[in-house]
């Protein structure tokens, strides 16, 4: 059974930082696309960051490029999110999700095409 559980979340200032880590289990870890999602109150979820566990390929969302930095630790069944340069858009429930791809190619940011999902962690930044 693959489990999602995310950490790391919090309240900060505009301009600060902070780091989102995503404990996966049940999983073959070298066989999937992972990725940060998020979702405003109001809004519809949308994909932040997505990266492949086959080959390390990563792809961002626009509004996060040069500020978030997704990574992952294969020995430890980890995936990471560095958020630095918050924004107050910014804020909203991260969430971390999974899609079993054994054949390789590019992971998609859509979240629809993701399987698994954790329960998520709220990010705050405030002006």
């Known amino acids: 059974q693959v489990q999602l559980v995310e950490s790391g979340g919090g309240s900060v200032q505009a301009g600060g930082s902070l780091r989102l880590s995503c404990a996966a289990s049940g999983l073959n870890y070298g066989n999937y696309c992972m990725g940060w999602f998020r979702q405003a109150p109001g809004k519809e979820r949308e994909g932040v960051a997505v990266i492949s566990t086959r080959d390390g390929s990563t792809r961002y969302v626009d509004s996060v490029k040069g500020r978030f930095t997704i990574s992952q630790d294969i020995a430890k069944n980890m995936l990471y999110l560095q958020m630095n340069s918050l924004k107050p858009e910014d804020t909203a429930m991260y969430f971390c999700?999974?899609?079993?791809?054994?054949?390789?190619?590019?992971?998609?940011?859509?979240?629809?095409?993701?399987?698994?999902w954790g329960q998520g962690t709220q990010v705050t930044v405030s002006s």
């Open positions: 999700a999974a899609i079993f791809a054994p054949y390789g190619g590019t992971c998609l940011t859509t979240p629809q095409d993701y399987h698994y």
